[in-house]
Structure formats: structure tokens, C-alpha cells
DNA sequence: GGGGGCAGGTCTCAAATAAAGACCTCTGTT
DNA sequence: AACAGAGGTCTTTATTTGAGACCTGCCCCC
């Protein structure tokens, strides 16, 4: 079996980003100090518990700071109020106030966010799609001998 | 402005797939009880700090338990067996023992690891293409008035 | 003019997760 | 006998996350 295959069959030529991230690492893995690769940098980022669940809420349309507390009910205000900092520091988000009385805090996506949209909408699909698969995969594994 | 547009321009059809995820967001929302959600349920296990990033390693080729610790040279080998268990027991890989002396393991990738890979690529894409701009909203957002 | 409510947070403290790295087992080798 | 290497586990420590009390204007109601 040659390199660049699995089970005899050629690779999805849409692996060739993957294989850019692998070299990242493997430049990594020779080198000596912290680190550095700047895919992991960005996916550590939105791969948190929240990040993409909260821009697929936007995803549909702008929300305020409490709508978005209904719509993901078990997120603690503190998390809410951190994950959309993080997102707007990345540039994903942006925040807008209102001078209302109380003041009210809309976020929507920006043109950035909306970029993310397609590939994380294969990430979901795949997910969704899969989920029945993962579940007997993890019902069998849990009922396995010892 | 109407539900489905953002900045008055239609929003890519791809997304549908995050429209039928705020759907489950949304049902669970006007439910009560504990947040249940399949899409969540299978992101929040891939998305952890490891997953992709083993599954990208293994994506090149089946490798053996201390390969993969030295091609992720800072994951403990705690995180390590870890991460390989669980993305093992979600059918995404599978686990080989060779009787050498000492016995060595291999892990590769499953069909169903190998179905993520398309996905996985162009979220990977993304992150790589957008680095420079994620990179600069942060150091704008750091340096920007308190 | 005192009390209550709402929006959008912050703060403190406890619980859950992850990391570092010492240790273990089983050969095989010197 | 001592050491080495593979593939782990175990213990201790640090980092993240969560729950939920509290804060700050400002308005309305009586």
C-alpha cells in the first residue's frame, strides 16, 4: 500500500488540505519549542464548546444578548458573555448597541462569519447524517468484552 | 428585512444544513428538561482540543501509538490514549495489536473516519485561508480603546 | 420618592476537565 | 543483572466551565 492511500483506494482530492495541516505538523514535530501551527491556532478557537453553536444561531439572523440566552438555554451567562467576546475579537461577530432605555446589545455576523457558514454547514451535515452511525458505533463499543 | 436574507443578500443554500441545526436549537428551546441535540452530541465530541487533529494524522496513513506521539509532539500520553479511545469507540477509527515483541498497536482511520475527511478538509481550507484575517481582527480588537 | 423590573452584563466560588510526568509490565538485549 | 522500548495507567496540579448572586442605569407604578 502506497502512501496517499487507504485500503487500496486513492484519497478525495479535497484531502489536500489536510495534508497541508499534517505538514504543518510534521515541520512541527522536527523542530524544538513551543508549537505553531496556525490551523490549530483557529480551529482551537471555534472548536470550543459553544463557539459554533452560536454562530449557527446567528446564522439566521441578528440576535440580542438574552435572545441568544433563550435560544441556548444551557449556557451560563458568563460563557455567553465570553464566547461572543472571543468571536468579535476574531472578527467573526460584530456588536452593536443601542442607546434604548435599557440599552440593548445586538450581534450579527460579520462578512467573515458569514465565510465560515459553508464549511461549517458540510461539518453539520456530516453530523447529522452520521450521528446513527456514531451511536451504534458507540452502543456497540460500550457493550464489548472487557 | 426577511427571515433567511442577511444584508439583504440570500444566504447560501449550503447553510440549510445550519438552518436544520437551529431547528433542533429551536425545539429544544420551547422544551423542558435537559438539552438534547444530535448534532451537539457528535461536534462537542470532535470538537475537542485532539480529535481532528489525530484524525488528520491519520489521514496520510495508519500509524502506531508512539508515531502519533511523537507527530503531536505536545499532547500528553494520557490525552493521547485518551482521545484514541474515544474517537475508537465513535467508530472513527480502529485499533490493531500486533503480536511483536513488545506487541505494537496501530490505529487507522474507519469508513466512517475516513467520510469525515471531506468535511474535516474544507473547515481546514478555511482556517487556513482566513488565518491572516482572523489573525489581524485580534491584534485590531487588543490594541482598540477600553 | 420607594419599590420593582429589565437589559446586559460582572464576580465569586465550586465542580469538571486537561496536562505533566512518575510509574508499570512484559519481553529482549548486553 | 541492568537497561531499553512499547503502550499504556495513576496521581497531582492547573485550567476551564458552570451556577448563581450581585451591579448599574433608567423607567414605570403607586
Not at 487500496?8 to 510534521?26: C, D, K, L
Not at 441568544?68 to 456588536?95: C, N, Y
Not at 465560515?116 to 446513527?132: C, E, F, G, I, K
Request: overall charge positive; glycine content about 4%; proline content about 7%.
Amino acid at each position: 500500500m502506497l502512501p496517499g492511500e487507504i485500503k487500496g483506494t486513492r484519497m478525495s482530492n479535497a484531502v489536500s488540505a489536510i495534508e497541508r495541516f499534517s505538514r504543518y505538523q510534521f515541520d512541527d514535530s522536527q523542530s524544538v519549542g513551543p508549537v505553531h501551527c496556525p490551523v490549530r491556532d483557529v480551529l482551537d478557537r471555534i472548536g470550543d464548546k459553544w463557539s459554533i453553536l452560536m454562530i449557527a444561531t446567528l446564522a439566521t439572523r441578528p440576535q440580542r444578548f438574552s435572545e441568544l440566552h433563550r435560544a441556548i438555554r444551557d449556557i451560563s451567562k458568563r460563557m455567553l458573555t465570553q464566547t461572543l467576546r472571543d468571536l468579535e475579537r476574531d472578527g467573526l461577530i460584530t456588536r452593536h448597541v443601542f442607546p434604548t432605555k435599557p440599552p440593548s446589545v445586538e450581534y450579527r455576523l460579520s462578512p467573515l462569519g458569514q465565510s465560515l457558514l459553508d464549511p461549517m454547514a458540510s461539518l453539520v451535515d456530516w453530523a447529522d447524517r452520521r450521528y446513527s452511525d456514531i451511536h451504534d458505533a458507540r452502543a456497540r463499543f460500550d457493550r464489548a468484552p472487557v
